[in-house]
């Protein structure tokens, strides 16, 4: 038997070898490597271009291999740099020299191009469902607290009241869009780039549209030129990755705050914080904090793909070797925080009479004294200036809008009267009832309506 062939490696120094080489990483692709092999070497029988009988040897061969690396018994060589080329060599010692006839019609650059989309594909997938895990988590959490009210914040000043669940829900909203974009992100992904060879095509009469078949891929490759140096998909992913991160700190931010002493709106369960090292009493978020600060690390992953793309010619070249690090990081670092925040979600109780304590004075209504107002015929504007001037009296007197007398009402407006004393949080909150508003019939709405986005 001949051995696999490495003229190349020989020649290269051990410091620029272990430079080159990313079997250190690539290695989690061999699953994704071995099923594009033996779905070419399934085409390359088919189409005549190498016997059955050698499709069979190097499938089983192939089959055989994968089992080594999933009990942990394959030894991954550096020297051989890659995941597709210690795949081979491990290939030639166990069937011989018809081994070389796998890699007919295909090169390294279509081969990495298709694990990686292979690999992308799954990770999709994956990720759409942990963030359905995440929403259904935050769904419960809102339907468990419907009725608590609590100061909704503009620059994190009281603007006006909201039902929690509806606060809650926008964070539903964020998550789902993140879900759409990766089944957008997946349409691009979802294209085959076997058979592209190193840049120009291949000259041998292979057939894609059965490989694709057999890999579940939708669409082929137009452009072979276009499928080894495209790495749109990967850095498409990694937006939306980054995107997602950011919903996911906005949310730990406001976790971390709402279980503040100062805020104390809620309680996190404490297997997802930890304690101090000196001071006995305390409970930190870390859970939460800690996803907000892996969020820049997933922004880094994503500037570093697109840095490493700016410039580079047609067609592939060694900078894409770059591309497969920050992606795994993205991949993991996104599903950890997913997964541990759809199980902290469901650990956060609320403390209801906080929360709406935590609205001082009434004078978060001074919005709805506006619109009563408007409603008895003056311009929102004016309305806007002499709510304004009765708060500032309101705020210098020390009182409450309903402390205030109604004669003291009348000498900023004549329209003012009895009724005026109606308007209390809850009728501030029933009266949104517009589509997305915060009233109760609405967050019922939208309940519904997310409960149903989630079991599709």
């Known amino acids: 038997m001949k051995h696999f062939p490495n003229n190349f490696h020989n020649k290269v120094d051990r410091?620029?070898?272990?430079?080159?080489?990313?079997?250190?990483?690539?290695?989690r692709l061999y699953r994704q490597d071995i099923e594009g092999s033996i779905a070419h070497v399934k085409m390359l029988a088919k189409q005549g271009i190498i016997a059955n009988s050698d499709a069979e040897a190097i499938i089983k061969g192939l089959s055989s291999i994968r089992g080594e690396i999933e009990q942990g018994k394959f030894q991954f060589k550096p020297e051989l740099e890659d995941i597709h080329m210690n795949v081979e060599a491990r290939l030639f010692e166990k069937i011989g020299d018809v081994a070389g006839k796998?890699?007919?019609?295909?090169?390294?650059?279509?081969?990495?191009?298709?694990?990686?989309?292979?690999?992308?594909?799954?990770e999709i997938l994956k990720t759409i469902d942990k963030i359905k895990a995440l929403q259904s988590s935050l769904v419960q959490l809102a339907e468990a607290n419907k009725d608590v009210i609590m100061p909704g914040y503009t620059h994190l000043q009281q603007a006006q009241p909201v039902l929690l669940a509806h606060h809650l829900l926008a964070y539903f909203e964020m998550f789902q869009r993140d879900k759409e974009r990766f089944h957008d992100c997946f349409k691009r992904v979802d294209v085959l780039p076997l058979g592209s060879g190193a840049l120009a095509g291949v000259a041998h009469a292979i057939d894609r549209d059965f490989v694709a078949r057999e890999?579940?891929?939708?669409?082929?490759?137009t452009n072979s030129l276009d499928a080894v140096s495209d790495r749109d998909f990967v850095i498409e992913f990694e937006a939306t990755a980054a995107l997602t991160m950011m919903h996911l700190s906005?949310?730990?931010?406001?976790?971390?705050?709402?279980?503040?002493?100062e805020f104390g709106f809620i309680e996190i369960g404490e297997a997802y914080t930890t304690g101090s090292s000196i001071m006995p009493q305390k409970k930190n978020p870390d859970v939460a904090e800690l996803?907000?600060?892996?969020?820049?690390?997933?922004?880094g992953n994503l500037m570093g793909i697109l840095t490493a793309m700016k410039a580079l010619p047609l067609a592939y070249n060694r900078d894409m070797q770059e591309d497969k690090e920050g992606l795994f990081d993205t991949v993991d670092t996104l599903h950890s925080s997913l997964e541990v925040f759809a199980e902290m979600v469901k650990t956060i109780k609320l403390n209801a009479k906080r929360a709406r304590d935590a609205i001082k004075k009434d004078y978060i209504l001074a919005t709805d004294l506006a619109d009563y107002l408007v409603k008895r015929g003056v311009p929102f504007r004016e309305a806007h200036g002499v709510v304004a001037k009765l708060s500032e009296y309101a705020i210098n007197k020390g009182k409450s809008f309903h402390e205030l007398s109604l004669r003291e009402y009348n000498n900023f407006s004549p329209l003012f009267n009895e009724e005026v004393y109606d308007i209390i949080l809850e009728s501030s909150i029933a009266a949104r009832n517009v589509i997305g508003g915060t009233s109760p019939q609405q967050v019922e709405i939208a309940l519904t309506r997310a409960r149903k986005l989630i079991e599709e």
């Open 15 to 27: 410091l620029a070898r272990d430079y080159l080489a990313s079997i250190p990483f690539d290695q």
């Open 102 to 122: 796998l890699h007919t019609a295909r090169s390294r650059n279509d081969q990495i191009a298709l694990d990686l989309r292979l690999f992308a594909r799954e």
């Open 215 to 221: 890999l579940g891929f939708s669409k082929v490759s």
């Open 250 to 261: 906005r949310l730990a931010e406001e976790i971390i705050l709402w279980s503040s002493s």
């Open 291 to 299: 996803a907000r600060g892996k969020t820049g690390r997933v922004y």
